[in-house]
């Protein structure tokens, strides 16, 4: 537990080379994404991603044609 004088001591620093050390040590507990993984996430992405764009473009078609009829009904 700390006590209050140790809350007021300012942190100290440890320098660029502690800093990287301990980047690298952090980056040593990563577990990394295999090859096959990384594949399948992509091909899900590029599959997603035309959905929503077909999906967004229907939406679009739809209310485009709906505001159309609206405005040529008033004009």
Request: positive net charge.
């Amino acid at each position: 537990m700390e006590t209050a004088d140790q809350e007021l001591e300012p942190r100290r620093r440890g320098g660029p080379f502690r800093f990287f050390g301990e980047v690298r040590a952090e980056a040593r507990k990563v577990t990394w994404a295999t090859r096959q993984e990384v594949t399948v996430s992509t091909i899900m992405v590029i599959i997603f991603g035309v959905i929503a764009a077909i999906f967004f473009f229907l939406v679009d078609s739809v209310l485009r044609m709906l505001m159309a009829i609206l405005l040529n009904s008033l004009g």
